[in-house]
T-cell receptor, first 115, second 116 residues
Framework: GDSVTQMEGPVTLSEEAFLTINCTYT??????LFWYVQYPGEGLQLLLKATKADDKGSNKGFEATYRKETTSFHLEKGSVQVSDSAVYFCALGGRTTDSWGKLQFGAGTQVVVTP | DTEVTQTPKHLVMGMTNKKSLKCEQH?????MYWYKQKAKKPPELMFVYSYEKLSINESVPSRFSPECPNSSLLNLHLHALQPEDSALYLC???????????????FGEGSRLTVL
């Protein structure tokens, strides 16, 4: 069945450091891939998405490229700020065997950025 | 304006109480979702309504009862809950019917439920 694996946290960084959060997936069909972010005390927000292979999603300085050959969708940001401290969820959706409109979330990675 | 509004933000209830969580969206979205999120875990899907009809029920215990009175409103009725049901309950909506949805959801801020 569909699954999403992302690196465990917490990831602790200094301000202006480079951030990478690894995400790999398993799915049959035509998955879409997402990164959602959850700031403390809030719901989830869509950060970026990619709906087909080689698509690059980007938003707020974050980027992720849908790599079908490595079944990956790693999240990157070149220079993080304290305000980027949050939990980041990689998610899989779209038209897959298991999906039919459901989202399969990874376990989440907590990112802590210190001044 | 993209917004999903959930009330109440916090709820404390005893195991014999009956309460409801409410969710509202005015984006014209046709699918609405209830998720349950425990601390430090990803959200778990509970129910999906598509065009006001229950489309997905993820084998949720009957003490949780969803209702979709119209295309903008979604309720979750709670009765005889257990302490382990304490969690953040998230509502979400999506523009398309659930079978066509790629997975792009708009979430509310959640209702934090504590069952004593």
């Amino acid at each position: 069945g569909d699954s999403v694996t992302q690196m465990e946290g917490p990831v602790t960084l200094s301000e202006e450091a480079f951030l990478t959060i690894n995400c790999t997936y398993t799915a049959t069909g035509y998955p879409s891939l997402f990164w959602y972010v959850q700031y403390p005390g809030e719901g989830l927000q869509l950060l970026l998405k990619a709906t087909k292979a080689d698509d690059k999603g980007s938003n707020k300085g974050f980027e992720a490229t849908y790599r079908k050959e490595t079944t990956s969708f790693h999240l990157e940001k070149g220079s993080v700020q304290v305000s980027d401290s949050a939990v980041y969820f990689c998610a899989l959706g779209g038209r897959t065997t298991d999906s039919w409109g459901k989202l399969q979330f990874g376990a989440g990675t907590q990112v802590v950025v210190t001044p | 304006d993209t917004e999903v509004t959930q009330t109440p933000k916090h709820l404390v209830m005893g195991m014999t109480n009956k309460k409801s969580l409410k969710c509202e969206q005015h984006m014209g979205h046709r699918a609405m979702y209830w998720y349950k999120q425990k601390a430090k875990k990803p959200p778990e899907l509970m129910f999906v309504y598509s065009y006001e009809k229950l489309s997905i029920n993820e084998s949720v215990p009957s003490r949780f009862s969803p209702e979709c009175p119209n295309s903008s409103l979604l309720n979750l009725h709670l009765h005889a809950l257990q302490p382990e049901d304490s969690a953040l309950y998230l509502c979400a909506s999506s523009p398309r019917r659930v079978q066509s949805n790629t997975g792009e959801l708009f979430f509310g801020e959640g209702s934090r439920l504590t069952v004593l």
